[in-house]
């Protein structure tokens, strides 16, 4: 439950919500859901219809960071992605 504090304190991206997704079908309908009447932005951000920014990320993400040989590939791939996909990060 979130509560919204009026005008003196609007909703920004200052909080927000992390969902950890082990599939690509798990990513999509959250990232479908929240952006059905919301918007998309980079990196797995993305806004629900009522202004709450929400992060949509693959649970391998944390993984393939933690390799030193790899992180600077799936950077790369995921900076470019609005939504995130987990075989393009994987084959990064």
């Known amino acids: 439950m979130l509560l919204n504090g009026g005008p003196q304190f609007p909703q920004s991206e200052n909080i927000s919500m992390v969902v950890e997704c082990e599939t690509q079908d798990e990513i999509d309908y959250y990232w479908n859901n929240f ?3 919301g918007q998309e932005s980079q990196c ?3 806004k629900d219809e009522f202004g709450v920014s929400w992060q949509i990320i693959p649970a391998i993400l944390g993984e393939l960071m933690s390799d030193p040989a790899r ?3 799936v950077s790369e791939a995921f900076l470019k992605m609005k939504k995130f996909d987990i075989e393009a990060l994987i084959n990064a």
Do not use: I, N
């Open 35 to 37: 952006t059905a009447k």
């Open 71 to 73: 992180a600077p590939r």
């Open 44 to 46: 797995g951000w993305c």
